[in-house]
């Protein structure tokens, strides 16, 4: 690195350090939000789940036909309250109304025993989820009773005939494991998105901000060239991306060990306090952040020369930050998954392979993969800022 680089480097630096908006997106954000953020997730994880399975649910019941069978499996079943419905029509009005969690159609065939019919429910409501649940055991229950009777009706013990099952559930999660799980879902998203939002609020800010003061002009003028200023510049960009990356890891981290244990399904009971990345998933990392935050700092850099004003240049970054946020949300709620050579695909290569990471596997040829798209297409976006920062028709334009 030359000397009127470094200089330049350090001086965009000291401003970032200096400016309390990066300073708060970077720094502070990151150490405080996050760990908030699990706090407030693992509180009501902990709380919803027991207090669902304790709240009653109410199905609207259309039947036509009286069964003794049935109405023994009804009465034994808990946390369900029958409401008669005299036809379909009726129960639908009330599950569309919130008077009821779901609705259900019993057809029985008197001669063969045998139950049909439909559940209603809404999935999106987590009650009526519970309600059908409640109903799927109803309806084992019902099928045993009735299983019972017909042998008895035949003079066969049920009790005699029937094997006995016993099965005992045991959880072989660590702590460690569930850790694992809830970071790699986390982490690539919040680290990515740390780089985002970091190289936004800098980048913008020493670019299109100058050219808006007009303090650009005196840089131009200096004894620095055209390409020195866009690579000191970029460097600083990929500085404070860098860190604004690490110390959201920080914070996810802290967070997931004071309050991690509230997101797992065994509850407060699981200690997550143990778990920890070692020396190779710490290196994977950071081999695939780099060249990602090469280019997002890229990109940003050159959104920022060819807009007038630093909003103009938020608003150009706009698209692309809803793009890497929707490819994130993906990867966190496993809705997405690529494999082969469509780790190739830039920025959405990252967010994957990190998972793999984190959760225990090597992946070198995804990573190796991963690494050779972005660093190119970093290479690239750097090469594309040189040469706008030096046509004064874009830097300059009206």
Known sequence: MSRNVRLLFAKELLGAVRDRRTLL????????????VLAVMGRFTSAEAPRLEGVPVVVALVQAEEDTTLREAMDDADGIRFVASASVDDALQRLEDHRAHAAWVVVLKQNSGALSGSLYYDSSDPSAVIAAG???????????LAVRDRLGQ??????????????DTVDVS???????????????????????TGAMSFGAEITAGEKERGTIATLLVSHLSRTQIVIGKFLSVLTVSLVSSLLSAVGLMIGLRFFGSGLSASGPATSLGGFGLGATQLAGILVTLVPLAVVISALVIIVGSFARSQKEASTYLIPVYMV???VGLA???????????????PVANALF????IIVGELPLLHLGYTFAANAAVGIALVAASIFLFRREAILFRS
Not at 134 to 144: D, G, I, W
Not at 154 to 167: E, F, K, R
Not at 333 to 345: D, E, P, Q, V
């Open 25 to 36: 997106l970077s720094v502070i954000f990151p150490l405080v939000f996050y760990p908030l």
């Open 134 to 144: 409640r109903v799927r055991a109803l309806l084992a229950r019902y099928s045993a």
């Open 154 to 167: 035949q003079g066969l013990d049920y009790d005699a005939i029937a094997p006995s099952v016993t099965v």
């Open 174 to 196: 660590a702590g460690e494991s569930v850790a694992r799980m809830i970071l790699s879902r986390l982490l690539p998203y919040f680290l990515v998105l740390a780089i985002l």
């Open 324 to 326: 890497i946020v929707l």
């Open 331 to 345: 990867s966190m709620t496993g809705a997405a998954s690529i494999a082969g050579t469509r780790f190739l695909i």
């Open 353 to 356: 392979v990190l998972q793999e």
